[in-house]
C-alpha cells in the first residue's frame, strides 16, 4: 500500500472519494472546491471476490479519516470499473478482472462499511465529471470525454451530469466499428473494434504482426518509435489516427463545446496527438471543425474529483 499527502491544510468539511479500479483502488479526502486534502492507494485484490475489494475501499475511507480528525467527512462518492446503475448504485456487468463484481450492491455494502451516504457512477464517467468541473473543459456546457488506455471508453457530461443511456451502458467508444481496425478479434467478441487497433494492447499487437516481433506493452513501442524504429513510429501514428477518427464521428453526432482526451496511450506525445487532431479535423463536419480538442490536465486525481463532486450533491 502507497500513501500521500497532496496539502498539509485541513478543513472543516470534506468528501471521501474512491476510484476502483483492476489494478489499483484510490481514495481522497476533497473539498468542495475540489482540492485533494489527503489521498492512499492500494492494490485491488480484484481475483478475492467482491467482499475483498469492499473491504480494501473501505479502510483506505478509514485511513483518511483517521489521519484527519478535525475534518467532518459528510459522504462518499465512488468510480468504479464495470457497468454501473448509478440510481441503484449497483454493478450491473464487469470483466474478469475484477472476479464476482457483476451484481455487487456498491452502494449499499460501502454504506454498510463506512456509515457515509454514498453515491456511485462508472469511473469513466466519473474521470468525466472531474474534468468537466476542475479541468481543462470547465465552463462548457457540454463536453466529450474520451479516454484511450488498455481499452477505450467515453462520456458524455451534459451540464450537471452524465449521459449513462437507457441501460447505464453509454459510453463504450472502444466497440464502435473502425475501418483501421479490419476484422482483427476485440475484447469484448466483436471483430473490427476501434479498442482493437487503437487501445494500448492493440498498438503492441499491431507492431508485433508488422515486424514479427513481438513487445512486451504499449511502452515498448513507445521507446523504439523514440528510438527512430520507422515501424513504430508508423504503429504511433495509426492509433492517433483510429482514435482521431472516432472522436470526429463522435462529434459529428453530439456536437460537443469541447473534447477532452486522457488515459496512458495519450503519453504516446506529439506524434499521436498531432495523428488524431489531423483526423478529428478530416472527419468532422465543415460546421464542427473549431471544436476544441483538449489533453487531460488532471491525471489520476480526474476520477476521484468528479465522484467527489456527486457526493457533495448527495448532502447539497
Not at 218 to 236: C, I, K, N, P
Request: hydrophobic residues 45%; aromatic residues 2%; charged residues 20%.
Amino acid at each position: 500500500m502507497s500513501e500521500a499527502r497532496d496539502r498539509g491544510a485541513g478543513a472543516d468539511e470534506a468528501v471521501a472519494a474512491l476510484d476502483i479500479g483492476g489494478t489499483k483502488t484510490a481514495a481522497a479526502l476533497v473539498t468542495g472546491q475540489g482540492v485533494v486534502l489527503d489521498r492512499v492507494t492500494a492494490a485491488t485484490p480484484g481475483t478475492a471476490g467482491a467482499s475483498a475489494v469492499l473491504a480494501t475501499a473501505a479502510d483506505l475511507v478509514h485511513r483518511l479519516r483517521a489521519r484527519a480528525p478535525g475534518t467532518r467527512v459528510r459522504a462518499l462518492g465512488v468510480g468504479s470499473a464495470g457497468v454501473v446503475d448509478s440510481r441503484t448504485g449497483r454493478v450491473l456487468s464487469a470483466t474478469d478482472v475484477l472476479t464476482g463484481w457483476a451484481g455487487t450492491d456498491l452502494a449499499g455494502r460501502l454504506r454498510e462499511l463506512t456509515g457515509l451516504p454514498v453515491a456511485v457512477i462508472n469511473d469513466v464517467h466519473a474521470h468525466a465529471l472531474g474534468e468537466a468541473r476542475h479541468g481543462p473543459a470547465a465552463g462548457h456546457e457540454t463536453m466529450l470525454f474520451v479516454a484511450v488506455g488498455t481499452g477505450i471508453g467515453a462520456s458524455f457530461v451534459v451540464g450537471a451530469g452524465v449521459l449513462a443511456g437507457a441501460h447505464s451502458a453509454a459510453g463504450h467508444a472502444g466497440h464502435q466499428p473502425s475501418p483501421y481496425a479490419g476484422s482483427l478479434p476485440c475484447t469484448c467478441g466483436g471483430r473490427g473494434h476501434l479498442e482493437a487497433i487503437a487501445a494500448g494492447p492493440g498498438l503492441a499487437e499491431e507492431y508485433a504482426r508488422r515486424t514479427g516481433r513481438p513487445v512486451d506493452d504499449l511502452r515498448s513501442v513507445a521507446a523504439r518509435a523514440e528510438g527512430g524504429d520507422d515501424t513504430a513510429r508508423e504503429v504511433v501514428r495509426l492509433g492517433g489516427t483510429a482514435v482521431g477518427s472516432a472522436v470526429g464521428g463522435l462529434v459529428n453526432v453530439l456536437d460537443p463545446h469541447a473534447v477532452v482526451v486522457g488515459g496512458g496511450v495519450t503519453g504516446l506525445g506529439e506524434p499521436w496527438w498531432r495523428a488524431l487532431r489531423d483526423a478529428v479535423r478530416r472527419e468532422t463536419l465543415p460546421g464542427l471543425v473549431d471544436v476544441p480538442v483538449l489533453a487531460s490536465t488532471l491525471g489520476a486525481d480526474a476520477p476521484l474529483l468528479g465522484a467527489a463532486s456527486l457526493a457533495w450533491e448527495t448532502v447539497a
